[in-house]
């Protein structure tokens, strides 16, 4: 079959399918592109040839940004559980470096996107071309090669004939659970235009098996045999119970041991909330009953979880001078976190083989009780954080009542995507999550920008779900261009914007750690050469209406109740905008429960920071290496 290089590349990922549990998905199932030189006569004209809506048919998403190209596509693939994925195409040049910062954080977060920078002529026929990186020391060295440290596997397709071994050593690494991230096959230009006759067995049907590995039998024996063994045991769910879809698993464990449940960022929703053993987030923006949990346990069963410094509140939050931990994780790399017995196998396999490994066992009745009653007393925190008094009504909210208002209108059909500033620590905090997938927060990388492409990403993997993008002011300022997608393709995401004039999170922590808020306001300057001027007039609202959302403007916390409702039920992108309530801007109550560990100047002149040394060093010094 004489095909080009990119039109061999387009048939060949239209038929690419993941199964898992008897389930098949189409593993590429869309491609987004911004052309330019480096691949518009290439991947551009493949996509315009396989055009239509037939099986082998590549449906194609026009994007604004490189960047948030690749946050739609995450977004899109966590929806689908990591089984279906989307392509992302570029041209050279600075397109092609747009993809680093998405590639990040799809491979920081273990999600699968394909990336397909467009590349410098192969064959050089002029050097430099418009747009090349000349460096003297190597010839062969392109921009492209900036995503290698971020990519689980990069190639660069060369020879057309190069490209059989290439593509399907891409799908490979899309596809293992454990080796998944951002793929990159960088594209010469001239490469993907030239002909090559390739073997009709290239274009077969492919299935892609994802594995469910059980533990091994040692290790399952010697994980019963310390859980039996301790006193006060804990288990930590992490992102990697739900990308195994391993929910029901978790519930059956935990009813039938007894053992409470933390969640990280990434597995908030793991067991939905209400769950007598869901205790809340861990770490250090979680909840006082989880965090006290962690404290004294004297066994940890860290399950699909990395164990970020978020989580362990940078090693100071296990203080049981006994404590053991046990690494329930698909990959090894992570089950032998903080010195642990690995169990090294597939979530859903790992615990249901423990539940049966632990028979008999369940946890002491006043552990139980105990326990119990310290989340509902967390709960009555909660709700007193959400409260709305009468004289709020007409206020503007607090950034934490905004969260209470939206909690009382969701259901377990509403999913919330968020990633950066102070919204996270609150929502880890105080979210009630209904369903398993409502709670979508990336907290790998914690990348701004990233709510609004990955909310569009949410929406084609979850059609007709409300999906809520929240955002603060610095956030929607990072990148709101992928509006312009949404409406073109009428995709109505909801829009909540949060206004708190500037880097409010960052305001917060700059004030803990001696940098007294410097530089993190949207304000003009004062006379003595400082950000803390009038606020900027900037009308984001306004923005985001010239990019063609519907907008709703919310002053008051009544006004804003109204306008929550107005959005979930609208069919095309709203926005919802209100500026929180100052001073109350960043992380109402209740505060951080455990410690984060962010260096402070070890000398300094000013008295802030003098301070926030002291503080630093009286928490340092409960840090530890877990051996």
């Given at each position: 079959m004489r095909l080009t290089v990119a039109q061999a590349l387009i048939r060949f990922l239209a038929r690419q399918y993941t199964e898992r549990d008897g389930h098949r998905h189409r593993l590429i199932a869309a491609t987004w592109g911004i052309f330019g030189h480096g691949n518009v006569a290439g991947i551009g004209q493949a996509l315009l040839e396989t055009g239509g809506t037939g099986p082998d048919a590549m449906p194609f998403l026009q994007g604004r940004n490189e960047q948030a190209m690749v946050h739609a596509a995450v977004g899109y693939a966590r929806q689908s559980g990591r089984l279906s994925a989307h392509a992302v195409t570029t041209s050279i040049g600075p397109g092609a470096t747009n993809l680093v910062t998405g590639a990040a954080l799809a491979t920081i977060n273990r999600i699968p996107v394909l990336l397909l920078p467009g590349d410098t002529f192969a064959t050089r026929p002029a050097d430099p071309v418009?747009?090349?990186?000349?460096?003297?020391?190597?010839?062969?060295?392109?921009?492209?090669?900036?995503?290698?440290?971020?990519?689980?596997?990069?190639?660069?397709?060369?020879?057309?004939?190069?490209?059989?071994?290439?593509?399907?050593?891409?799908?490979?690494?899309?596809?293992?659970?454990?080796?998944?991230?951002?793929?990159?096959?960088?594209?010469?230009?001239?490469?993907?235009?030239?002909?090559?006759?390739?073997?009709?067995?290239?274009?077969?049907?492919?299935?892609?098996?994802?594995?469910?590995?059980?533990?091994?039998?040692?290790?399952?024996?010697?994980?019963?045999?310390?859980?039996?063994?301790?006193?006060?045991?804990?288990?930590?769910?992490?992102?990697?119970?739900?990308?195994?879809?391993?929910?029901?698993?978790?519930?059956?464990?935990?009813?039938?041991?007894?053992?409470?449940?933390?969640?990280?960022?990434?597995?908030?929703?793991?067991?939905?909330?209400?769950?007598?053993?869901?205790?809340?987030?861990?770490?250090?923006?979680?909840?006082?009953?989880?965090?006290?949990?962690?404290?004294?346990?004297?066994?940890?069963?860290?399950?699909g979880t990395r164990l970020s410094d978020f989580t362990t509140a940078s090693s100071t939050l296990f203080q049981d001078p006994a404590v053991r931990f046990i690494g329930l994780n698909l990959d090894p790399y992570d089950a032998h976190k903080l010195a642990a017995r690995p169990l090294v196998c597939d979530a859903r396999e790992g615990l249901d083989a423990l539940r049966e490994a632990l028979t008999g066992y369940r946890a002491?009745?006043?552990?139980?009780?105990?326990?119990?009653?310290?989340?509902?007393?967390?709960?009555?925190?909660?709700?007193?954080?959400?409260?709305?008094?009468?004289?709020?009504?007409?206020?503007?909210?607090?950034?934490?009542?905004v969260l209470g208002l939206l909690d009382a209108l969701a259901d377990g059909t509403d999913i919330l995507v968020n990633a950066a500033g102070s919204l996270p620590g609150d929502l880890h905090k105080l979210w009630r999550a209904r369903s398993s997938d409502q709670y979508h927060v990336e907290y790998g990388y914690s990348c701004m920008g990233y709510e609004i492409p990955a909310a569009i990403g949410v929406a084609l993997g979850a059609p007709g779900r409300p999906v809520w993008a929240l955002v603060g002011d610095g956030t929607y300022l990072m990148n709101p261009t992928e509006?312009?997608?949404?409406?073109?393709?009428?995709?109505?995401?909801?829009?909540?914007?949060?206004?708190?004039?500037?880097?409010?999170?960052?305001?917060?922590?700059?004030?803990?750690?001696?940098?007294?808020?410097?530089?993190?306001?949207?304000?003009?300057?004062?006379?003595?050469?400082?950000?803390?001027?009038?606020?900027?007039?900037?009308?984001?609202?306004?923005?985001?209406?010239?990019?063609?959302?519907?907008?709703?403007?919310?002053?008051?916390?009544?006004?804003?109740?109204?306008?929550?409702?107005?959005?979930?039920?609208?069919?095309?992108?709203?926005?919802?905008?209100?500026?929180?309530?100052?001073?109350?801007?960043?992380?109402?109550?209740?505060?951080?429960?455990?410690?984060?560990?962010?260096?402070?100047?070890?000398?300094?002149?000013?008295?802030?920071?003098?301070?926030?040394?002291?503080?630093?060093?009286?928490?340092?010094?409960?840090?530890r290496r877990h051996l």
């Open positions: 418009l747009q090349q990186l000349e460096t003297p020391h190597a010839g062969d060295l392109s921009v492209n090669d900036a995503l290698r440290p971020v990519s689980r596997h990069f190639d660069r397709v060369t020879r057309p004939e190069a490209l059989i071994p290439a593509a399907l050593q891409a799908m490979r690494v899309l596809t293992d659970p454990v080796q998944t991230g951002a793929v990159t096959l960088a594209l010469p230009q001239d490469v993907q235009a030239e002909a090559y006759d390739w073997p009709a067995e290239f274009f077969a049907e492919r299935v892609w098996g994802v594995r469910r590995p059980r533990p091994d039998r040692a290790e399952l024996a010697a994980a019963a045999e310390a859980v039996r063994g301790s006193a006060r045991p804990l288990l930590i769910a992490g992102g990697g119970i739900r990308h195994s879809r391993a929910e029901a698993a978790l519930a059956a464990f935990a009813e039938a041991t007894g053992i409470p449940v933390a969640v990280t960022q990434a597995g908030k929703g793991a067991l939905p909330h209400g769950h007598p053993a869901e205790v809340g987030g861990i770490g250090h923006t979680g909840t006082a009953t989880a965090d006290a949990l962690a404290r004294e346990a004297d066994l940890v069963l860290a399950a002491e009745p006043a552990y139980e009780t105990a326990y119990q009653e310290e989340g509902r007393r967390w709960e009555e925190r909660v709700d007193r954080a959400y409260a709305v008094s009468a004289a709020d009504e007409e206020l503007p909210p607090t950034q934490v009542q509006i312009v997608t949404a409406v073109q393709e009428n995709i109505p995401v909801r829009l909540l914007i949060l206004d708190n004039h500037g880097y409010a999170s960052i305001g917060g922590l700059s004030g803990a750690v001696g940098g007294e808020g410097f530089a993190t306001g949207y304000r003009f300057r004062a006379p003595d050469g400082s950000y803390t001027g009038d606020p900027l007039p900037v009308d984001l609202a306004a923005n985001a209406a010239s990019l063609g959302m519907a907008v709703i403007r919310a002053r008051t916390t009544r006004d804003l109740r109204e306008a929550l409702a107005e959005a979930r039920s609208a069919t095309r992108p709203t926005c919802v905008y209100v500026q929180t309530r100052t001073p109350d801007t960043v992380s109402g109550p209740p505060p951080a429960q455990a410690w984060w560990d962010v260096p402070v100047a070890e000398t300094a002149t000013r008295k802030a920071a003098a301070e926030a040394r002291d503080e630093y060093d009286r928490q340092a010094a409960q840090r």
